[in-house]
């Protein structure tokens, strides 16, 4: 009787262990889509305001539209991301998770990169630049989506950050495309 009583008790410990450790595991896993969430929305918040940029330096109108079709793709992707995050309170994208060097490292980068669009191009130069830069972020964007879609659990999220996903390709495509036609 007693060795039955403790290999009960060793049972339950142990399943009561497991569920603790199984928590703490998709816990881990959470706080890290968090992250790429995080990231993802704000480089979208950042994309979007490309058309501020061409109010104040000229481009063709190619590029203009360009810009513009950027900026609808961000604030579309901003609103499936702000979707999944209403509907679900573990998704928290609120926060900036990264370490502070890392922050002011990419604050640094781009600080760099605005003064370059704004003050250190001109003319082809300058639309050569903005399009480099594009090419930069629509790849972070579209790798972002991408494997976010590879961890998630959630059919319909895998759904929208896989187009997401494949909405920023679409973006670099045609920024390639754009680059390889200016002089």
């Known amino acids: 009787m007693a060795f039955s009583v403790l290999w009960i008790v060793a049972i339950g410990l142990t399943l009561a262990s497991w569920t603790f450790l199984h928590a703490d595991d998709l816990s881990a896993r959470q706080a890290k889509l968090n992250v790429g969430y995080y990231l993802l929305h704000r480089l979208c918040n950042d994309e979007a305001q490309l058309p501020l940029l061409l109010d104040v330096k000229h481009a063709p109108d190619a590029i203009e539209g360009f810009a513009i079709k950027v900026s609808k793709t961000a604030k579309a992707s901003n609103a499936l991301l702000e979707q999944m995050e209403a509907g ?12 502070s060097i890392e922050q002011d490292v990419r604050a640094s980068i781009q600080d760099e990169k605005k003064h370059e669009l704004l003050f250190g191009t001109r003319d082809e130069a300058f639309v050569r630049a903005l399009l480099v830069s594009q090419i930069e972020a629509s790849n972070y964007g579209h790798n972002l989506a991408k494997v976010l879609s590879e961890q998630e659990s959630d059919p319909n999220r895998i759904k929208a950050l896989t187009r997401i996903s494949v909405q920023w390709m679409a973006i670099r495509r045609e920024a390639f495309r754009l680059l390889s036609s200016t002089p």
Do not use: I
């Open 88 to 99: 679900d309170r573990g998704l928290n994208f609120d926060k900036n998770p990264l370490p």
